[in-house]
């Protein structure tokens, strides 16, 4: 009597191989795309004359060489000597985006016009990295456009594809971001907050880069325990 094969686990993984990856693969991308954060952190303790959170901006962590031309405090020569740590890391992140939104393609928060808002907030955030502010400023400002104002609209876009407070969250946390972003790039509102303001802008963005990961990681075990 012939009886069904059992399915090993190896099959089941082959049988649901996208599963399997985001269940892997979504929360480690979206924590590495973090990479930001820890750069500027590491890369401001170099930073001299000692760096201002509130008045430098980000940008200014990636100038290779000691000039007063960038710095908001007129006259100051500023000097970031690891200002490679902070581009590389900009690179990093950028494709660490791009790598989980393809694989989240189809999840919430990433389907659709979404998603390819995320992936120019990536390849943002990779031309910004390699076209520091030094080697061009005017350059510099428009290649991180997508960055700066991609992430604040994929929140707002994703957010409608959520239901309830995700989706109530999520738009008014892209609207303020997208907001901020125009107030910081079209007037001098802002002058002497431009690191608070420009972070208020970037930082949210890459948290609900972690919270949509989660998100998909869990629906993926839900539908893996259903299968």
Known sequence: MLTAPQISGSNETAAHPRGWAVRRLAVPLAVLQLATIVAEIITSIAFRPKYNWVTNTISELGVGGCTSEFDPRKGVEACSPLAGVMNGAMVFSGLCLILL????RRSRGFA?????LWILAGAGSITTGFISLDTSPVLHQVVSMPLFFGGPLAILVGAF???GRVRITG???GIVALALGVIFSTSDWVYGFGGIVERLVIWPALAWVVFLAVAARRQATVNETRA
């Open 112 to 116: 659709g016009f979404a998603g390819i």
């Open 161 to 163: 594809q959520f239901t």
């Open 171 to 173: 738009a008014t946390l």
């Open 101 to 104: 939104v393809l694989l989240l």
